[in-house]
């Protein structure tokens, strides 16, 4: 909310400087975001007299004015259409810098010579008035700086209301904050007028059909009202805080509004049929046009202002272009009431309209200050309308509000907050808020809380006003005593540490990515129909199309990072992201949500450097990733499958990850169809993804723990075959681990060969096998049977040839 | 090339001489092994090499000359000595074999070593920076007995609003600009929810952590549609509200430095009451006033407050009982004020040039 100052210290006296105002009210729970001054250049704007006024020779709509500035008199051409011989107007010399920035220079405009700018109140930074120049009081010493006429020079506090405090929405409310922390007392505005007009019983009447809905209704009439310009008084405060000035009768009741926080509204009397208010529901497909000149397609949830004919209101949020005051409008209803905040609220959001009144009327008003502020608006409107108020005033309230009697217990209030207050101590506190409190005992409070304090309801609503007038400064800085949560660890924290050191330690940078992506993600990664990549939770009110839907995949997010990186210029890239994916299910509101860690790479291996020979990435390299990155985990018996299930990766050299036969990964080369959709400009890009749920179940949870060695030597033999190029390694590894048994120590292929010498689809595999066994020194004929079994069962199984050489 | 030994061997050998011909064989053998120790290393050629053997092994080098003046010593002590003398031989004999090895290239007359060239550098990887600060907030509430949890982003309206006291149709939920999924489901504003999933597993005490992604609808400099908050809890028998103010004191002394400031000013939060925003002295200008801080010499970094008993309403906790608080904080604004970053997009763009600056 923004305010005035020097609007704030009509019912305050404040004695600090703004910059300390604003500290404090920011210490009591009212963030002062901005302090803006005003008016501080009025000083070198003066007040000059126009002497003469002619027609501009090359100009229909400027004029020559002769103007006197009290030294002088000098020609300045205005555009104007308010010039008038004898009027005091501002002037700006030439070499003044004017609020807005801009810098008065003396020149010729259209031909003719101009020492100056006549100013309109907009120029001057004063309000948005620019209908003409700003005319001042006759009486004004010409020549005199304008600060002599008006002593504007104020600042604009921005304050950050929380939505537990719609009583500070308000001059008033602002004040009555400021009196707790200072303690000077409030000066409440004078409420005088003549009840001059008729007797407002026999010219309206009001009935509230939804008492839910409107518990209070009150209602005051003028008549005979002249609809002009506001004074500048008032058109300068409403600017202030933001509101646009229109006509003296609607600016009365947003300056009631500004000032005491209750919404108004001004009906034209001659529109209301029947001369009566009822205050409803809207029917379903009801139409009615607000003031902002837009259709509304209304709904029962839509509390209504009607007459006996027609809505003329939307309750609490807008009145209706019907029933609008107009430049001939004479006689004036005025509506100041209380409407249910859940009803306004639920209103205000199907119409998706937001005003200062639906704001306040949404956060609670004081039901208790609907009359004060009805009175305050007739006694403006007697004063700058010319009209006559009428006798009395309608006020339809059939339940009065009860305030609640609130205990407060001082020892809980001193457990709660860690302090050791006195029951003298926290009175003072919750009175300088004007509640009402009653000692019952010693440990004991009885409070009643004013009744624009809406959201005071319980004891702990107390405890806080007495933490915040203490001020939270003062409260002890102590430490808890942790008592050790009774709750079981998360194993993915675990997982997730220990990856991320892997995954760096291999050379992978880690990223971030949005969870939700495009919904074509999933034809960009190739997924068919039926497909679970096509299960998107959708966002109802996403930002843009390209973040509409959750991933259910983790890549689209690696590969849209290597593209862009790529396009920057880097050579190679190894990425890594851990997070959730999410899989819709039609049977639970909320969707499966797995963590899924992935990997990439892409381009050169490693950077150019004097030691090296540059290569590129391949599928090894992202399979190596992967097995270092389980065995670092503790999985040991992880094994690689071509299961042929995975979407976006190139089916020929890609494969499943399994532990104890469950798939819990896949790795491989993204086929080049992906790469093409997502417009990558590399030759290929290599990926795993690992299942983190999975990994992280506690029937795959490794175990670490520390197994016997031999001490024996071993025996190295090496081995080479000729097999068909279909032939898996792991085949041949199957055979030696079997028929070798426990005397295996280790199997390693250090060498693939395919070649013309070879023949045609053959390769050779060569084989180290080291022999160790526990229980003694391996007997050299021993060996050579065993590797004689192991060779020739190799032969029978693979159809394989053993290698000459 | 000159070697060293050459140029100044004339010298030494006089010295030599004259321990030699000194009493305490002992002392002078182990004396002549020292020299050669010294010698040694500044070696540069095989043929330097050479001439260092003939002046220690040669048939008149210092230790066989050494070895020759045994019979001028009583009987008793040659055997001592003369084993001394022998493993001295071996000694400088197998300083020369290193030595040989050393130079085996031949050429090579001293060794250079380009030690200004980048080292054979094994691949290292970044961290980001989210998870960079994220680790180390949550270390310090891990240090102090706090239990990390996570939970799902996509949440319930229920744990994210309900629960947490923002009744339906109540203007608080406008402080979030909430992602709907259906109804009663939203993308969760905070990770707050993990307050009430936790509390109704488990009776107090409590002591949770749980950081994670979070959504608002929102884009600008300074927002981003996700991002990221550590929540704590803390919910035993007699905490406090000066126990929340010690917590965070100790936690931002940890994480900005023990002269930072910090300050603790009333505010409102559904789930808290009395609720606070808690401000620290702006670490760019130490409190004077500039940009970042709106010359206030404040920035705000965490919300926070003590659980509002509507809360264990939900749970099933009993406010007579237990107290307890709780707070927030966003990880990209942490991370933006350590590091000095402007553009919190720069956090989802993943650009290695960014990225790599990070360690
Ligand atoms: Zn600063």
């Known amino acids: 909310m923004r305010v005035s100052l020097n609007w704030l210290k009509e019912y305050i006296d404040i004695d600090y400087s703004p910059e300390v105002l604003a500290h404090m009210l920011t210490m009591s729970g009212l963030e002062v975001e901005g302090i803006e001054p005003v008016g501080q250049s009025l000083d070198n ?99 005199a700086s304008l600060t002599s006429i008006f002593p504007v020079k104020d600042y604009i506090l921005d304050i950050s209301l929380t939505p537990n405090r719609p009583d500070c929405a308000s001059v008033i409310g602002l004040a009555r904050e400021i009196a707790a922390l200072n303690g000077n007392a409030i000066r409440m505005p004078d409420i005088q007028y003549q009840e001059a007009g008729a007797p407002i019983d026999e010219l309206a009447g009001v009935t509230i059909e939804d008492t839910s809905g409107c518990p209070r209704y009150a209602a005051g009439m003028i008549q005979g009202v002249e609809i002009r310009t506001s004074p500048f008084w008032m058109r300068y405060r409403l600017h202030s805080s933001g509101i646009r000035a229109i006509s003296n009768v609607v600016d009365i009741s947003n300056y009631v509004l500004m000032e005491m926080g209750q919404p108004l509204h001004t009906f034209d009397y001659r529109m209301l049929s029947g001369h009566r208010i009822v205050v409803a529901r809207a029917k379903d497909g009801d139409r009615f046009a607000t003031l902002d000149g837009q259709e509304r397609i209304l709904n029962s949830r839509h509390l209504m202002i009607r007459d006996v004919e027609k809505p003329v209101a939307l309750a609490g949020i807008m009145g209706g272009i019907n029933s609008e005051i107009k430049a001939d409008t004479r006689d ?61 005033i309608i006020d339809i309230y059939p339940s009065p509000h009860k305030t609640p009697l609130i205990e407060l217990r001082v020892k809980k209030t001193n457990e709660y907050l860690g302090t050791s207050l006195t029951r003298e101590q926290i009175s003072p506190y919750l009175r300088s808020l004007q509640m009402e409190v009653q000692d019952i005992d010693y440990e004991l409070l009885r409070v009643k809380p004013p009744s624009f304090r809406v959201d005071i309801e319980r004891e702990i609503d107390l405890i806080e006003e007495v933490a915040r007038m203490h001020g939270y400064d003062k409260i002890p800085v102590t430490f808890p005593m942790m008592s050790s949560d009774a709750g079981a660890d998360d194993p993915t924290i675990k997982l997730h540490d220990q990856s991320c ?9 880690e990223i971030i990515t949005y969870s939700f992506v495009s919904p074509d993600s999933a034809d960009k990664l190739g997924a068919g129909e039926d497909s679970l990549l096509r299960s998107f939770v959708q966002l109802q009110n996403p930002l843009t199309v390209d973040q509409s839907v959750m991933r259910t995949s983790i890549l689209p997010g690696l590969l849209d ?74 999985y040991k018996e992880t094994v690689f499958k071509r299961d042929g299930i995975t979407t976006g990766y190139d089916q020929d050299a890609s494969c499943g990850i399994y532990i104890s036969d469950r798939c819990i990964g896949h790795l ?18 290599f990926i795993f993804e690992v299942d983190i749920d999975a990994l992280a179940e506690k029937e795959l949870e490794p175990i670490m723990k520390y197994a016997p060695f031999s001490r024996f030597p071993a025996v190295k033999r090496d081995l080479t075959v000729i097999v068909a190029e279909e032939t898996e390694s792991s085949l041949i590894r199957d055979v030696i681990s079997r028929e070798g048994g426990n005397l295996i120590e280790s199997v390693a292929v250090f060498d693939v060969f395919k070649g013309e010498k070879i023949g045609a689809n053959r390769k050779t595999v060569s084989l180290r096998i080291m022999y160790r066994s526990m229980e003694g020194t391996l007997d050299g004929n021993r060996i050579n049977k065993l590797h004689e079994r192991i060779t020739k069962s190799i032969m029978n199984e693979t159809g394989g040839t053993l290698s000459e050489g | 090339m000159a070697p060293f030994v050459q140029s100044n061997g004339a010298s030494i050998l006089e010295d030599l001489f004259i321990i030699l011909h000194s009493q305490n064989m002992k002392e002078q053998l182990i004396k002549i092994q020292k020299q050669a120790e010294r010698e040694i290393d500044s070696i540069s050629s095989l043929e330097g090499l ?111 609003f309900e629960a947490l006291n923002f009744p339906k149709d109540h203007p608080a939920r406008d402080m979030q600009d909430t992602f709907y999924v259906s109804e009663g489901v939203v993308l969760r504003t905070h990770t707050s929810p993990m307050q009430v999933r936790v509390m109704e597993k488990q009776q107090p005490p409590v002591g949770i952590i749980a950081p994670g992604k979070v959504y608002r609808s929102d884009s600008d400099v300074s927002h981003t549609p996700m991002f990221h908050q550590v929540e704590g809890l803390l919910v035993d028998k007699g905490i406090t509200f000066g126990d929340l103010k010690g917590t965070l004191t100790g936690f931002v002394h940890q994480m900005f430095g023990k002269d930072v400031a910090l300050r603790f000013r009333p505010s409102f939060f559904p789930f808290t009451e009395p609720s606070a925003e808690v401000d620290i002295q702006c670490v760019i200008c130490h409190g004077k006033g500039c940009r970042t801080c709106g010359n206030s010499g404040w920035i705000e970094i965490l919300g926070a407050g003590m659980v509002d008993p509507a809360v264990y309403g939900f749970v099933n906790y009993d406010p007579e009982i237990y107290s307890g608080f709780a707070f927030g904080m966003g990880i990209e604004r942490v991370a933006m004020l350590k590091y000095g970053i402007d553009d919190i997009q720069l956090f989802f763009r993943n650009d290695m040039r960014f990225l790599r600056q990070f360690y």
């Not at chain 1, 126009?50 to 030294?71: E, Q, Y």
């Not at chain 1, 009805?374 to 700058?384: D, G, N, P, T």
């Not at chain 1, 491989?668 to 890009?685: C, L, N, P, Q, W």
């Open chain 1, 668 to 685: 491989g080369r993204v086929a080049s169809a992906v790469m093409e959709r997502f417009d990558i400009k590399a030759k290929a890009a």
């Open chain 1, 45 to 143: 704007i003066i007040v000059a007299r126009i002497v003469s006024v002619a027609k501009h020779p090359n100009a229909d709509r400027l004029t020559n004015c002769l103007v006197d500035t009290g030294k002088e008199q000098v020609p300045v051409v205005c555009g104007a259409p308010n010039v008038m011989e004898g009027a005091k107007v501002a002037m700006a010399l030439p070499g003044i810098t004017l609020p807005g920035g801009i810098v008065v220079k003396k020149g010729k405009i259209r031909g003719e010579p101009s020492m100056g700018i006549l100013l309109a109140e907009d120029e001057i930074g004063l309000t948005d008035d620019h209908s003409g120049i700003m005319i001042l009081p006759d009486d004004s010493e010409t020549g």
């Open chain 1, 561 to 634: 990072t290597i593209k862009e990186n790529i396009d920057n210029g880097e050579q190679g890239l190894r990425l890594f992201e851990w997070g959730n994916i999410f899989v819709r299910r039609d049977n639970a509101p909320l969707p499966v949500e797995k963590i899924v860690l992935a990997g990439i790479m892409t381009g050169q291996y490693e950077q150019k450097a004097w030691y090296n020979t540059v290569r590129e990435t391949d599928f090894f390299d992202i399979k190596g990733a992967a097995e270092v990155l389980l065995k670092s985990l503790g």
């Open chain 1, 501 to 509: 050191a892997v995954m760096t330690g291999m050379g992978f940078s």
């Open chain 1, 332 to 392: 004036v209803l005025v509506e100041s009431a209380f409407f249910d905040p859940i009803t306004i609220r639920k209103g205000a959001k199907t119409l998706g309209l937001a005003t200062e009144a639906s704001w306040r009327f949404e956060r609670g008003i004081d039901i208790e200050g609907v009359i004060n502020a009805l009175e305050r608006s007739l006694s403006l409107l007697a004063e700058l309308t010319g009209g006559k108020v009428c006798r009395g």
């Open chain 2, 50 to 160: 050479e001439t260092f053997r003939i002046q220690y092994l040669g048939k008149k080098g210092h230790v066989t000359s050494a070895l020759k003046k045994l019979g001028e010593l009583p009987p008793e002590e040659r055997p001592e000595i003369g084993e001394m003398a022998n493993s001295v031989k071996a000694e400088i004999s197998l300083m020369l074999e290193r030595a040989k090895n050393r130079l085996k290239s031949g050429e090579i007359k001293k060794e250079y070593i380009d030690i200004t060239l980048q080292g054979r550098a094994p691949a290292r990887g970044r961290l980001h920076p989210i998870d960079i600060v994220n680790r180390e907030i949550c270390d310090i509430f891990v240090k102090m007995g706090y239990r990390i949890v996570q939970g799902p982003n996509v949440e319930l309206d229920y744990y994210n």
